[in-house]
């Protein structure tokens, strides 16, 4: 009975084979987006948002404090946001002076 099945084009489970594609396809995507869903919006180093007002001025504090604690890869990173992230910055010149 089975070889029947397979001729006729269809698997031992008595499903069609273009059936079973799109089954497990809807099953991937869904895996994919539940994953994706539960992936957290951790910030790094409590990183302000870039659209948060001040948030140039705010970083540049937090860097300068960094320095201050001798943690100079943790300073590097926040001056590091200004310059890549606020070209129009007062803080960006310095910034990029620090790095």
Do not use: K
Not at 29 to 42: P, Q, R, Y
Not at 83 to 97: G, I, W
């Amino acid at each position: 009975m089975d070889s029947q099945r397979r001729h006729r084009g269809m698997s031992v489970s008595g499903e069609a084979p273009s059936r079973w594609r799109s089954r497990t396809v809807a099953l991937l995507c869904g895996a994919t987006i539940a994953v994706a869903g539960c992936a957290g919006s951790d910030r790094v180093n409590n990183l302000p948002d870039i659209g948060d007002l001040e948030a140039d001025r705010l970083l540049f504090e937090r860097g300068s404090e960094a320095m201050d604690d001798r943690n100079w890869a943790r300073a590097r990173e926040y001056f590091l946001q200004i310059r890549d992230n606020y070209p129009q910055s007062q803080y960006r010149a310095e910034a990029r002076l620090l790095i």
